[in-house]
């Protein structure tokens, strides 16, 4: 039993383009569709996720999901949407990139159940590897016309006065190997349909002009819109560079902290194209946004499910602790659970002096650890005047002068935490 595809993307906001008669294919029974994802990196970021949601709202809605690594394709780039030709991969960096990309995706679709609809990894470097150039001028290359690939946007944009580097015959190509990766899984899968980005439409209807011309069949397309951000900076970046699904890349809490950001225009439509909640609940939400914004209801709500779906329930407390830190709600102990690689980033930017084991193993009085020692503070009587105003927190927790700086106080054995009323913050790093 299929649902209507068509209409969920709709409403979510992911529906950007359509072939005449997609929808009414869909609701003939299951189909199969696929979504190409490149393979240049050992992570997906979050500019695939709505690409995998998509996917995921297909398997959902009955539908057979189908995720092409673009192996081969990965060897040449494609030119749409750059200004640049990207560096080319070789076999062992594209197989490792494969297996971590599965992992990844198997978060959002299953692949395992053994259902009719079960999801599907195909990498088309499986079938372009032994398929020689002249075979491929013959039997795909006398198809298409160059006239119809110089039509295509991604082709026109790169060769206009603004696009100072050109475009490579490689390049050029490319919209045939993914024209026939859609007319391989035509007639291998019964694959009807390709989705991808906006961006995607010149590649995608290629595939479907192989497939009516070859494969005598009928193929579809169907592109979402391309995210941005209201104010009109790249979605999907940070000061730090792309925004990763790999927790080694980006920290959950880094993660967590780039949603929770979202200004109220964003989280009214991002929240739709990132959870999976029901349209009467995000409707729900979205009022109680309206009527009190500074509660950012959206965002928290955005923040929490998208880190949970990509991570855990584990990570997601971790980072709403570890966030919950910078606004006075937290305890020595909570500051003591926090690894390494958080601590520091929940304290990026914040001034640090180095003390030795030394320091701390002989005992560092506060006058020191304000001032002297540190320049935290400005003089040794200034140090005096804050710590008698009780305004003075060592970890969290408020100290006086008498108060000995110990190995006790080490969080992750290396770091203290001194801080001046509420948002005044400096770190020891014990060396």
């Given amino acids: 039993m299929t649902t209507n595809f068509v209409e969920e993307l709709t409403w ?7 072939m005449p008669g997609t929808e009414e294919h869909l609701l003939s029974g299951m189909q199969s569709a696929y979504v190409g994802i490149d393979p240049t990196a050992d992570s997906l970021h979050i500019g695939h996720l709505v690409g995998v949601m998509m996917l995921r709202h297909f398997q959902l809605a009955g539908h057979k999901p189908y995720a092409l690594i673009g192996g081969a394709t990965g060897m040449i780039g494609d030119p749409s949407g750059k200004s640049t030709e990207r560096n080319l991969l070789d076999e062992a960096t594209l197989a490792h990139n494969q297996a971590a990309i599965k992992a990844q995706l198997s978060r959002f679709l299953d692949f395992n159940s053994g259902k009719e609809n079960s999801a ?7 079938w372009m590897r032994d398929f020689s150039f002249l075979e491929f001028i013959r039997d795909v290359g006398k198809h298409i016309t160059v006239n119809y690939m110089m ?8 060769l206009s006065a603004e696009a100072k580097e050109g475009m490579s015959f490689t390049e050029f190509t490319y919209q045939l190997v993914q024209g026939y990766d859609f007319l391989h899984l035509y007639r291998e899968y019964n694959c009807t349909l390709q989705m991808g980005g906006s961006d995607q439409w010149g590649n995608i209807t290629t595939g479907t002009e192989l497939i009516r011309r070859i494969g005598g069949g009928k193929g579809f397309a169907l592109t979402c819109p391309l995210i941005t951000k209201a104010d009109g900076t790249k979605f999907g970046k940070s000061e730090g560079g792309n925004i ?5 890349r980006t920290s ?6 780039y ?4 200004s109220d225009e964003d989280a009214e439509k991002y929240i739709k194209i990132f959870t999976f909640l029901p349209k009467d609940e995000i409707e729900n939400l979205v009022k109680m946004h309206q009527e009190a914004p500074h509660l950012r209801v959206l965002q928290k709500r955005l923040a929490d499910e ?4 990509v991570h855990s329930q584990e990570d997601l407390d971790n980072a709403v602790k570890a966030s919950d830190i910078l606004f006075g709600k937290s305890t020595s102990s909570d500051l003591k659970k926090l690894n390494e690689k958080t601590f520091l980033e929940v304290f990026e930017g914040v001034p640090q002096a180095e003390l030795t084991q030394e320091d701390i193993d002989n005992g560092l009085d506060m006058i020191a ?3 002297a020692k540190t320049g935290f503070l400005g003089s040794n009587g200034e140090a005096r005047r804050e710590l008698k105003q009780n305004s003075i927190s060592v970890n969290k927790e408020k100290v006086k002068e008498d108060y000995i700086i110990s190995s006790e106080d080490l969080i992750n054995n290396k770091f203290v935490l001194l801080q001046r009323g509420k948002k005044n913050y400096f770190v020891l790093v014990i060396k």
């Fill in 12 to 18: 979510r906001g992911m529906l950007h383009d359509a």
């Fill in 120 to 126: 599907v990894l195909v990498n088309n470097y499986d």
């Fill in 151 to 158: 039509a295509k946007d991604s082709v026109k944009k790169r």
């Fill in 244 to 248: 990763w699904l790999d927790s080694e």
């Fill in 252 to 257: 959950p809490y880094k993660f967590y902290q």
């Fill in 259 to 262: 949603w929770l950001n979202t």
């Fill in 306 to 309: 998208v880190t949970v779906m």
């Fill in 369 to 371: 650890a304000l001032a």
